[in-house]
Structure formats: C-alpha cells, structure tokens
C-alpha cells in the first residue's frame, strides 16, 4: 500500500479568536494559494464543529502520489506560505498523511 492517492490534512488554531477577519482572511488566502498550485487535488478549507479535538481548522486536499505530495512540499508558492504566513499566524497545528 505505498503507491496511490495521498490525502494530507493540516488541523491548526490560529493566533486569532475563530470567525475573526484575521482567521476568515487567512482561510481564504490559505485557499487560494495552495489551491493553485498544479499538483494539488480536492482542496477543501474546514471549520471544526466537535469539542473533542483542540483545533479549529482543517485545510485537506490529495495529490495522485508520492512525487506530486513531495513537489507540493517543495512548491516555491507552499514555501512561501508557510514562511509568511503558516509560521507567522497559526498557533498550534497537526498534520495527518494517509494513502487512500
């Protein structure tokens, strides 16, 4: 089970109080960035509803395998994201990777 769809999700809480117009701004950015980016499949910006999990949000998407996850990470528009803002703005985060 090493090859085939990867689906990547990235659950964090923002520096902001959830629904403010620094956190809606940051979903939509998010959104639009990483979207765009060729290799990136089924992207969705998700909003936490249970209160038994710590994180806010959820930014999820898949890529068709192992060589388009790794060019996403090495995507210089993902890079920058991270840098500029990811890094900048959300306070705590976890990713979770798994083969579909």
Sequence with gaps: ???G?????????????AESQEALAFLKDGEEILS???V???FEALRQISSKCDYDYCFSM????QVEYDAYNNDPAHR????QRWETEVAKFQEIDLRV
Excluded: N, S
Aim: aromatic share 14%.
């Design 1 to 3: 089970m090493d090859t």
């Design 36 to 38: 765009a980016i060729p």
């Design 80 to 83: 920058a994201f991270v840098a």
């Design 62 to 65: 898949e890529f068709a395998g």
């Design 40 to 42: 990136v499949r089924q």
């Design 5 to 17: 769809t990867i689906r990547h999700m990235a659950l964090f809480t923002l520096k902001y109080p």
